[in-house]
Nanobody, 114 residues
Framework: QVQLVESGGGVVQPGGSLRLSCAASGISFNHYVLGWYRQAPGKQRELVAEITQGGSTNYADSVKGRFTISRDNAKNTVFLRMNSLEPDDTAVYYC????????WGQGTQVTVSS
């Protein structure tokens, strides 16, 4: 059974930082492209960042220079470091693992508010 479990969300003030983690089980983790997506109320889910099996990364323009995605294949975990958070970053953040299939976590809420 495949499971992706996110953690690390919360409430933070503008300009603050958070680190999200996603622990995977039930898949050959190092074979998968891993991504972080987010969905704000009333909006479509969007790609935030992704990292390939070889470590190449891709970011949404809105988070470039502020967010960093990384993976630890030994721990079957993908991370999203988020700095200089803005109110527009408020959303539910989802972890995704993609190869021939696509698997999703349950999401973790990030709220940026003063």
């Amino acid at each position: 059974q495949v499971q992706l479990v996110e953690s690390g969300g919360g409430v933070v003030q503008p300009g603050g930082s958070l680190r999200l983690s996603c622990a995977a089980s039930g898949i050959s983790f190092n074979h998968y492209v891993l991504g972080w997506y987010r969905q704000a109320p009333g909006k479509q889910r969007e790609l935030v960042a992704e990292i390939t099996q070889g470590g190449s990364t891709n970011y949404a323009d809105s988070v470039k220079g502020r967010f960093t995605i990384s993976r630890d294949n030994a721990k079957n975990t993908v991370f999203l470091r988020m700095n200089s958070l803005e109110p527009d970053d408020t959303a539910v953040y989802y972890c995704n693992a993609k190869l021939w299939n696509s698997y999703w976590g349950q999401g973790t809420q990030v709220t940026v508010s003063s």
